[in-house]
């Protein structure tokens, strides 16, 4: 390979200094990093925690309702679920109304798991919005609520 076959290096520059995609993602990894961290003595990870807290609830969601929730492909929330489900915390059953269509609840171990993870969730949240700052961590999820 030629160094024609290559972009400049400062557009490589440019898109790594202004990229927002890029930039989102980094901070994503990281802040997931520090919720992972703060997590492993309850034995989740951030995203199984979101996934329990999104479950969190009197009526059995459909794995539809919640993959859209959490943004994320039918496919991809089922492999999430199934470590879940062996561990005793989530419970899957076909929809009452379509056979075709599963619902999603918490097992009391779910529900014990989620209320002693719970003040570790909120002292690791804290700190990541002390980082941020309070008003601007308002304004982060405000944009990125927006953006969903």
Same mark, same amino acid.
């Given at each position: ?75 991809? &929330? ?5 470590? &879940? ?27 014990? &798991? ?35």
């Amino acid at each position: 390979m030629s160094k024609e076959d290559f972009l400049p290096l400062e557009i490589t520059h440019m898109v790594r200094d202004n990229c927002l995609c890029m930039h989102l993602q980094r901070a994503a990894r990281a802040m997931a990093r520090h919720f992972d961290d703060a997590l492993r003595p309850h034995g989740l990870t951030s995203g199984q925690f979101s996934l329990l807290m999104s479950l969190n609830r009197p009526d059995a969601p459909s794995i539809g309702s919640v993959a859209r929730l959490l943004a994320m492909d039918r496919t991809t &929330l089922t492999a999430n679920i199934k470590p &879940l489900e062996r561990r005793g915390l989530v419970h899957v059953r076909p929809h009452p109304s379509d056979k075709r269509s599963r619902c999603l609840s918490l097992t009391d171990e779910g529900r014990r &798991l989620l209320r002693e993870a719970f003040p570790t969730w909120q002292s690791a949240h804290k700190s990541a919005e002390g980082l941020i700052g309070t008003s601007d961590a308002q304004r982060l999820r405000d944009n990125l609520v927006k953006m969903s």
